[in-house]
């Protein structure tokens, strides 16, 4: 049997003495948005006009029974049953706990178990979305319940649906550096025609992460010679390969030909994204290697920089995750 717990409302002007149940937010837009007094704080003569201006003419008095748990003691119950073990915890704040990753790393958020706890009554529990870029101190995920206090049954009730999910349902992982050997195509640049523009962007974009272009090498449109330079840094052993250039429809363009040559069982050559529908993965034993299109070299986000986040903490991309891009996968064309 479960006791109610009271409330009993008292009215601000004769509140000195008594005890604030929970943080008390004052809003001025545009100027501040905020805690004006904590939870716990008591009442002074000098409180009551600020109270009454941020519209409190009433506090409520809670004679909280034992089963029941304040909304702050709530949050901190539904952050533990989901964070995984590299997050940190905010104290709560107004009656809600942040989720921050204290590193770089990539979102891992279980979608269905997000669902199914927010279908739990008076729950909510909002995360960013999975495999996400986040830098040190973000934040991926907030919690608070609805009401100020809640039945500890409830929060008994979420903490076992969470243990039903493997793993941690609210999880970042850090990005280790990984080395990576770039072939750069294209026999205009190799032949010192024009200038290798390719190059600093992937070093940018690597380096973002932690990790290194080890070296690059170039080849003309010679499906021959740019297979050679892939088997160069298979014999290396490097942890990821990136060809550039000759990804579309000429018959100069031979790179999907001469990574497939060199060995690579190809995932998928082409994606449902733009810009970076011409990007192919594929793997060579266990080394992943990519095609990258033109719009790569210029483009901030494409769906290589969907991919290579996800490919540098280890996970191996399979045709599915190449086909479900097209929905949102519109980005700039
Ligand atoms: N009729 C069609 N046209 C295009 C298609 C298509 O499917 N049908 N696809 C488009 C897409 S998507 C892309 S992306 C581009 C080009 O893709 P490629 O990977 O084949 O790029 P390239 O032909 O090798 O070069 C295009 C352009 O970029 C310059 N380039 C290449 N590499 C470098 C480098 N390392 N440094 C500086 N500049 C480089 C190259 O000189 C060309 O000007 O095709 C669309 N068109
Ligand atoms: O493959 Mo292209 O890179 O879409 O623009």
């Known amino acids: 049997m479960v006791n109610k717990p009271s409330f009993k409302e008292v009215p601000v002007r004769e509140a000195v003495g008594l005890v604030l149940p929970h943080d008390m937010t004052q809003i001025l837009p545009g100027e501040f948005k905020g805690r004006l007094f904590k939870k716990g704080h008591v009442i002074t003569e000098d409180d009551i006009e600020p109270l009454l201006s941020i519209g409190k003419e009433h506090i409520y008095i809670l004679d909280m029974p ?24 905010t104290e709560p704040y107004e009656g809600k706990i942040s989720l921050k990753t204290p590193v770089l790393g990539l979102t891992k958020i279980n979608e269905a178990a997000i669902h199914a706890i927010n279908s739990l009554e008076a729950i909510a529990l909002a995360t960013v979305e999975t495999n996400q870029v986040v830098q040190p101190g973000g934040s991926v995920a907030a919690t608070r319940i609805i009401p100020l206090i809640i039945e500890e049954e409830r929060i008994v009730e979420l903490e076992k649906l969470a243990a039903t999910f493997a793993g941690p349902i609210v999880d970042v992982i850090p990005f280790p550096k990984r080395c990576i050997g770039l072939v750069t195509t294209g026999s205009e640049v190799f032949g010192g025609r024009i200038a290798d523009k390719f190059g600093p962007a992937i070093k940018a974009k690597v380096e ?29 052993q490097v942890d990821l390969i990136l060809v550039t250039g000759g990804m579309s429809v000429d018959p100069d363009d031979r790179t999907p030909g001469a990574i497939a040559g060199a060995g690579a069982e190809v995932v998928r050559y082409g994606t449902p994204m733009l810009p970076g529908s011409m990007l192919l993965v594929g793997y060579i034993g266990n080394i992943p290697i990519l095609g990258l299109p033109g719009a790569v070299m210029h483009e901030p986000f494409t769906s290589f920089d969907v991919f290579l986040p996800r490919i540098l903490v280890g996970e191996r991309i399979v045709a599915e995750d190449m086909t479900r891009l097209g929905y949102g996968g519109l980005r700039k064309c």
Do not use: M, W
Not at 66 to 87: W, Y
Not at 213 to 235: C, G, M, S
């Open 66 to 89: 034992e089963n029941c748990l304040h909304e702050n003691e709530a949050a901190e119950r539904i952050a533990a049953a989901v964070a995984g073990p590299s997050l940190t915890k």
């Open 208 to 236: 973002a992460f932690g990790s290194e272009v080890v070296e690059q090498r170039f080849a003309p449109d010679d499906k021959a010679l740019i297979e050679r330079e892939i088997r160069y840094f298979v014999d290396q």
